[in-house]
């Protein structure tokens, strides 16, 4: 466990997981370097000390950021593009601002990683769970999974953090719940839609921003993990939900698409550590 006050690095604090991170780490009581893209146009947490910087450029030096006790990797550009050429074209460059991180003396580095990189998977995934990434995203984040542990020093702490279905604050997303929103705002009350048999395991973002703040502080959690519900539910289920809960005037036009054949049926996160993680409070 760190210090009751500690300093932590944000990375793409601009973005749409970024904020909520950056709000757990401080309402945890810690001093947050919340970096965002130069001339971003992101509003930070005012508890926050606003960093602008290109951490992918060659000559950007982790050494400005001082000593921090940790730092969580959020920044990925396209990241909801999934064969955008930017994740293999910008992979050498993430791994070189972790290396660099750790070779500066930062003991604890928390990366986000993605249930894209094991590819089709029927059932629960755990850190054994093989990988065979079908996108350029899936592939670049693998990578950069399997490359950290063989070049980090033995001090530094690597959990790499795996998220599933992340929904909230939906307007700054680009998920289904998003496009829902968009077309309630013009007037359509009906949404084409697949079957939404299959299953998936969805976390709210604020949820998420929570379980990689207590990940950043819990020293002792190394390796792959899943930050998640550990609970799958019908993306029909879901989006009823969604609908509901926020009395949309629209419905589901259910098979106007037809399922996709490289999607699973059913697929979710072990949450078995993330939860004994969440315990410690």
């Known amino acids: 466990m760190t210090d009751s006050r500690a300093r932590f690095v944000v990375t793409g604090a601009g973005g749409y997981l970024g904020p909520h991170v950056v709000a757990a780490l401080a309402d945890r009581g810690h001093e947050v370097l919340a970096v965002v893209r130069p001339g971003s146009a992101a509003v930070t947490d005012p508890r926050a000390i606003r960093v602008e910087a290109d951490i992918l450029a060659p000559d950007f030096d982790v050494r400005s950021w001082g000593a921090p006790q940790g730092i969580v990797h959020l920044a990925w550009q396209d990241g909801f593009v999934h064969n955008s050429p930017a994740h293999l074209g910008q992979l050498s460059a993430h791994y070189r601002l972790l290396t660099a991180a750790a070779e500066a003396g930062t003991s604890r ?3 986000l990683g993605t249930m894209h990189e094991i590819g089709y998977w029927e059932g629960a995934i755990t850190a054994q769970t093989p990988t065979n990434p079908l996108s350029q995203y899936g592939i670049a984040k693998d990578a950069l999974r399997r490359a950290l542990p063989l070049a980090l020093p033995p001090e530094t702490g690597l959990a790499w953090a795996r998220a599933y279905y992340i929904y909230g604050d939906d307007r700054r997303s680009n998920s289904i719940f998003r496009k829902i929103l968009e077309a309630v705002d013009a007037g359509k009350t009906t949404f084409p839609f697949t079957s939404g048999k299959n299953r998936y395991d969805f976390i709210r973002v604020e949820e998420l921003g929570r379980q990689l703040a207590a990940l ?3 020293e002792d959690i190394t390796g792959t993990l899943n930050c998640c519900t550990g609970e799958p539910m019908s993306l029909a289920d879901k ?15 259910y098979g106007a698409f037809p399922d996709r054949p490289y999607d699973s049926p059913g697929v ?3 949450a078995t550590v993330i939860r004994e993680v969440m315990a410690r409070g």
């Open 268 to 270: 979710w996160g072990d």
């Open 239 to 253: 989006v009823e939900q969604f609908i509901a809960e926020n009395d949309l005037p629209i419905s589901l036009e």
């Open 216 to 218: 950043a502080e819990a």
């Open 109 to 111: 580095l928390v990366v």
